[in-house]
């Protein structure tokens, strides 16, 4: 090992980063969603986890040390989003709301409204007759302007 070498290994300072990572909630809270946190709270601990990388990354030179903690950070935010999605899917709330019989008599009924407007013959005859309208408006305002420019 080179003096070079030898001096860059000992000024490298030690990285541990735990893989895992419990996504920061409230213990007395008694609903994740009636707070809605833990959305907020685990993107800030995903910005914190690579801020942490950042930090020892500007202080080291090994390529392979780099590319640990790169893959560490990785790993961190891989185990917060999954906390996210094992806390979301296991929510009561949201099972409730998927299931509610009375949403989704509103989602199919809006669907259903939106698709009839959609394909609605008068109102693509009435966006028609306004298009040509617009295109006679611009043909006068076009025609008078040209008027102006010649005098």
Do not use: C, G
Request: proline content about 1%; hydrophobic content about 30%.
């Amino acid at each position: 090992m080179s003096e070079n070498e030898e001096k860059i290994s000992k000024e490298e300072p030690e990285v541990e980063m735990s893989v895992y990572v419990e996504v920061p909630v409230d213990e007395n809270e008694q609903d994740l969603f009636e707070d809605e946190d833990i959305f907020e709270d685990s993107k800030n601990r995903i910005e914190e986890i690579y801020q942490e990388a950042k930090d020892k990354i500007s202080q080291i030179a090994d390529t392979q040390m780099i590319q640990d903690i790169l893959n560490k950070a990785k790993e961190e935010s891989l185990q917060v989003l999954s906390n996210v999605k094992e806390k979301v899917s296991s929510s009561e709330t949201i099972n409730d709301f998927k299931n509610n019989e009375k949403v989704q008599s509103f989602i199919e009924k809006s669907t259903k409204k939106v698709d009839d407007i959609r394909s609605s013959q008068a109102l693509k005859e009435t966006i028609d007759k306004a298009e040509d309208l617009s295109d006679k408006l611009h043909e006068v305002v076009f025609k008078n302007l040209r008027k102006i420019i010649k005098e």
